[in-house]
């Protein structure tokens, strides 16, 4: 981690826990896949003295994948404004990493004032991270992490420790129970993805009642999730009791094709589901007993970005690492030290 501006708290990882800040309900999917690549949007209103108030923000986002992924693009789009002080130039890279990269390298080309990246994979970024370091622009990597340190600051999720609460979860429910489990990963490369296997197979590993039978990426995708899952309940059908689906959106697709193959799930089931993300969708299956227990990743991470930027305009001390607070839910009925029971309260008071 450089220390381009004022010493930050070093080596300080702040633990943030945001109260859901982002309105709920419209579908930013059709604006975010509008803003290709090719063009990072930036604002319209050409008035040179107005922009030059403005702070001017890079944010290259993974993509639309995901429910999760339209929370998050919206939580930004609501955060830096112009009447916040922002000027936020978005560029949706649809999961492609080339296109986030040029992404990348036109905000640079535009001298904006601050980059953010939400990076589609861990690896490839030293090159265009030591170009925005020469450039003078400081970057700060958000929701997902790299396997480069040539960057300002982090805000995201420890995504290990939510595979770790999934699993511990499943070790409490089985109570020594065999399991036999099928993973959906979510998309390859994915920081997301890595640490959440990490997390969920080191529990695995002390249990020797559990086998898992295949894991394989459904890239955080609801079609994805389907496809997966068609597949193994052609090589795995009457093998398995537990699904883990990387994500919400891979989990409704793995409730379709079980449906199809009439194959029961969740608490009154004859397979157990663990999905992760806790968006809306994901804790009314929850609340209604389809999905046994959903591992929360906070998309709300905007605001706290914001803070960052904030204290680096100010020349003050600012967090290296800021790891937004999870939490987990399962079904009603259901008493876990781990996770918290789902009740319609809980789901009417989620900001996504
Ligand atoms: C998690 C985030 C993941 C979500 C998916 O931090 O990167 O990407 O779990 C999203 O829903 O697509």
Not at 3 to 24: D, E
């Amino acid at each position: 981690m450089k220390r381009r501006l004022v010493s930050t708290l070093i080596g300080m990882t702040m633990v943030a826990v945001m109260l859901g800040g982002c309105g709920g309900g419209t579908d930013t999917t059709e604006e975010a896949a509008d803003d290709t690549a090719a063009e990072a949007e930036a604002d319209e209103s050409g008035d040179e003295a107005a922009s030059g108030d403005l702070i001017t923000v890079g944010y290259a986002q993974v993509g639309h994948e995901s429910d999760w992924r339209t929370a998050n693009t919206e939580n930004y789009q609501n955060t830096f404004t112009a009447e916040n002080g922002y000027e936020l130039s978005f560029v949706d890279a649809d999961n492609d990493n080339a296109t986030q990269i040029e992404a990348v390298r036109t905000f640079i080309q535009q001298e904006l004032d601050y980059i953010v990246i939400a990076p589609i994979e861990t690896a490839g970024w030293d090159t265009v991270l030591e170009e925005a370091d020469s450039a003078g622009i400081p970057v700060i990597i958000a929701d997902r992490e790299i396997d480069s340190d040539n960057y300002d600051a982090f805000v995201g999720t420890d995504s290990v420790a939510e595979g770790v609460t999934a699993g511990n979860w499943l070790g409490e429910y089985l109570d020594g129970a065999e399991a036999n489990i099928l993973v959906i990963e979510g998309s390859v490369g994915a920081s997301a993805a890595l640490g959440r296997t990490e997390g969920f197979n080191s529990v695995a590993d002390e249990h020797s009642e559990w086998t898992i039978l295949d894991s394989q990426s459904g890239d955080f995708t609801q079609s994805g999730g389907q496809e997966v899952m068609e597949s193994f309940i052609k090589s795995y059908e009457g093998q398995f009791n537990v699904v883990v689906c990387q994500n919400d959106n891979e989990a409704y697709g793995a409730m379709d094709a079980m449906d199809a193959a009439g194959i029961t799930y969740g608490v009154d089931g004859d397979v157990i589901i663990i999905s992760f993300d806790a968006t809306h969708d994901g804790l009314q299956y929850t609340l209604g007993g389809k999905i046994n227990c959903d591992v929360e990743c906070n998309p709300i991470q905007a605001e706290i970005v914001a803070e960052v930027i904030q204290a680096m305009e100010a020349g003050e001390e600012y967090p290296e690492r800021t790891i937004v607070e999870d939490s987990a839910f399962v079904a009603p009925g259901i008493e876990s030290a781990f996770a918290t029971e789902m009740t319609q309260e809980i789901l009417d008071g989620r900001a996504y």
